[in-house]
């Protein structure tokens, strides 16, 4: 959970990142390529149903780590943002975003800066879905009679190099009028494009229409929450760091084949943004929000995903809306569903395909009752409310609960109240001095006056 000061250096720096133009606005993103060591269950249990990982038969046979066996701890690839050019000051991003990237997130008419810089050990890139390219910024490598230099520059990024792509958003790539008003999509590395997303490059990407995002937060105007979930089954026999995964974290390495069926099949981790059996952290609301699922779905063909939300039904339009509790997904596939919340409640939110609940592809989501900021806690999975920039709109100030336009307004009604009073309290000031200047000077023409007075009668004696 970001702490509000980092919530308010983010949305300061982010809106300097955003420079509007007559033609829309540019957004420029500086994202770093850095590994990290992932784990695929932090809380070390399966949250459901209460039990450890080591005393869970199916869940161990993915994350208890062997002698031929990984565990739960894998190395990754990951997409990072920075605040500028020295990629030193890293922008924190929502808990609930597991391993994805940052959200990149534009209208219609925008244009979009990405100064990608890759601190990996190897070529990557990355190449978006849904937005406007030429030839330098596409980011995948292939045979596409792009010769020049420059126009393959953009194709394979080597480790310690830097390449900047330009992705536009022209009125044919917005959402249609049949469409919700922003859509869904991806950008990933594209080198080899399924070993480098198994390696963990990837992220969301969101286009809306005109009018859609704030200018600060770039969050909607429209929504209360967003939240972007990926389902697949991340295939980590496909990841470049297998190898160095072997070495690092089974007991004994050299008793590992790496064809074995056994081997293979607890590398398939079957995650919602990279954590299984409910340790995604973070997926808390209040009852009565209005909240954007972004649903993504990512793999093979076991990635056949039907998400399921418990206790709250959701619209999805498509030239006309219709409403369901459950999703369905395929490799590549995105979808946008809306829905306003209001059953309070701790709640289940699963792939329905019953091998991959038993894989771990379940987690929690938190329905806070209205204007109830006591931590709501159900049987032993406890959330606290959504507070931070992008996981939530309420902050807390002066003990008042507000919105984030209402901290806005708060904090320029403070400075123009501060400087009015500075300026009355300097006028008052002023008028005190010029009232004790005059009051001296009468005084010392008073004496003078009296002095003269002494003379004259002293020389008429
Ligand atoms: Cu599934």
């Known amino acids: 959970m970001l702490s509000c000061k980092q919530t308010w250096h983010t949305a300061f720096h982010l809106h300097l990142l955003v420079h509007v133009l007559a033609e829309g606005a540019t957004r420029v993103y500086y994202l770093g390529i850095r590994e990290v060591d992932w784990n695929y269950a932090p809380l070390g249990k399966n949250t459901i149903t209460g039990q450890s990982i080591a005393n869970d038969m199916i869940a161990s046979s993915f994350l208890q780590p062997a002698e031929n066996r990984i565990g739960s701890i894998y190395r990754k690839s990951v997409y990072k943002q920075y605040l500028d050019e020295t990629y030193t000051s890293e922008i924190p991003k929502p808990s609930w975003l597991g391993f994805l990237g940052p959200i990149i997130r534009a209208e219609v008419g925008d244009t979009i800066i990405v100064h990608l810089k890759n601190f990996g050990r190897r070529p990557f890139t990355i190449h978006p879905h849904g937005v406007f390219y030429k030839k330098d910024s596409e980011g995948s490598l292939y045979p596409d009679e792009s010769s020049s230099q420059d126009l393959k520059k953009d194709d394979a990024i080597p480790p310690g190099r830097n390449h900047t792509y ?26 080899d494009a399924a070993k480098d997303i198994a390696t963990g490059l990837i992220g969301p990407l969101l286009i809306c229409r005109e009018g859609t995002l704030k200018s600060v937060s770039q969050r909607r105007h429209d929504a209360d929450l967003d939240f972007f979930l990926m389902f697949s089954v991340v295939d980590e026999n496909e990841s470049w760091h297998l190898d160095q995964n072997i070495a690092s974290f089974c007991g004994d390495p050299s008793t590992v084949d790496e064809e074995d069926e056994g081997f293979r099949e607890s590398n398939k981790m079957h995650a919602i943004n990279g954590k299984l059996y409910a340790n995604l952290p973070g997926l808390t609301m209040y009852e009565g929000d209005w909240v954007n699922w972004y649903l993504l779905g990512m793999g093979q063909e076991i990635d056949i995903h039907t998400v399921h939300f418990h206790a709250e039904t959701f619209l999805y339009r498509s ?14 596939t995105f979808e946008v569903v809306e829905m306003l919340v209001g059953n309070p409640g701790t709640w289940l939110l699963h792939c329905h395909v019953a091998d991959h609940i038993h894989a771990g592809m379940e987690t929690l989501f938190t329905v806070f009752p209205k204007h109830d900021s006591v931590l709501l806690k159900t049987n032993s999975y406890t959330e606290t409310p959504p507070e931070d920039e992008d996981n939530g709109h309420h902050f807390v100030l002066f003990g008042s609960k507000l919105a984030h336009s209402q901290v806005e307004a708060t904090i320029i009604f403070l400075a123009v109240t501060g400087v009015l009073l500075f300026l009355i309290a ?4 002023g008028v005190i001095i010029y009232l004790q200047r005059q009051k001296r000077l009468r005084r010392n023409r008073r004496s003078i006056l009296d002095e003269g007075f002494k003379l004259m009668s002293t020389k008429k004696h």
């Open 166 to 191: 330009t992705w536009t958003v022209p009125e044919d790539h917005g959402p249609t009028d049949d469409d919700p008003a922003c859509l869904t999509w991806i950008y990933h590395s594209h080198v």
């Open 319 to 332: 030239g006309k809306t219709y409403r369901a509790d459950v999703a369905d997904l395929f490799p590549g």
């Open 426 to 429: 300097c006028t008052f000031l």
